[in-house]
């Protein structure tokens, strides 16, 4: 089992939250996990990216080569395609379709929409509007974290445990607020994705 993972978004969005709960259902699960450093959280409203490596056996370096991620989950549009030249042939983009605009030049929404639905495996979610229908607005990044699941090679509950682990220090309320986002991103995710075999 491997899964080389771009984790992207911008400063405030939660991607550190999502790569803290995959990283410990990876080491529950009995995998091991390399991380290279979050790039971009001390600019709030800036770009942010992390390579996340999981495998089954021993894994050599942090960083993820070009044309070899298996899977792009990004909480921001243009985010998501600026990283596409590390995408293996047959990897998979989860991104959020919300954008958030942080610069004078920022693309159109409709030439993002239909740059992300031409990419051969993508599933494309408003993660905002789903965390707020399903839980809280404050969650849609365990929203996304759920689109990306049947992805990861990582059994549901292990990242069920890990988000109760996570959040537990800030409530029972919370923790329920966020399963209830992973679950709704989840479900999304397996109505979206029936035909890619061998992810779960």
């Given at each position: 089992m491997k899964r080389d993972i771009i984790l992207s978004g911008v400063g405030g969005q939660g991607i550190l939250s999502i790569a803290t709960v995959i990283g410990r259902a990876a080491l529950?699960?009995?995998?091991?996990?390399?991380?290279?450093?979050?790039?971009?959280?001390?600019?709030?409203?800036?770009?942010?990216?992390?390579?996340?490596?999981?495998?089954?056996?021993?894994?050599?370096?942090?960083?993820?080569?070009?044309?070899?991620?298996?899977?792009?989950?990004?909480?921001?549009?243009?985010?998501?395609?600026?990283?596409?030249?590390?995408?293996?042939?047959?990897?998979?983009?989860?991104?959020?379709?919300?954008?958030?605009?942080?610069?004078?030049?920022?693309?159109?929404?409709?030439?993002?929409?239909?740059?992300?639905?031409s990419l051969p495996h993508s599933v494309a979610l408003d993660v905002d509007a789903i965390a707020r229908q399903a839980a809280s607005p404050r969650a849609a990044n365990i929203v996304l974290l759920g689109a990306a699941a049947p992805f990861l090679g990582i059994a549901p509950e292990k990242l069920e445990a890990g988000i109760r682990a996570i959040f537990a220090r800030k409530g029972d309320a919370i923790v329920d607020t966020n399963l209830a986002a992973f679950r709704a991103g989840y479900a999304y995710a397996q109505k979206q994705t029936a035909q890619w075999e061998g992810c779960r």
């Open positions: 529950d699960q009995g995998l091991h996990i390399k991380q290279a450093e979050v790039h971009g959280m001390s600019q709030r409203g800036g770009d942010v990216q992390s390579n996340l490596r999981i495998s089954s056996d021993k894994i050599a370096s942090d960083l993820i080569p070009r044309g070899a991620a298996d899977l792009i989950i990004s909480l921001e549009p243009m985010e998501a395609l600026r990283y596409l030249p590390w995408l293996s042939t047959g990897g998979w983009v989860i991104t959020n379709t919300a954008p958030l605009v942080n610069i004078p030049d920022y693309p159109d929404a409709d030439t993002l929409g239909r740059e992300i639905a």
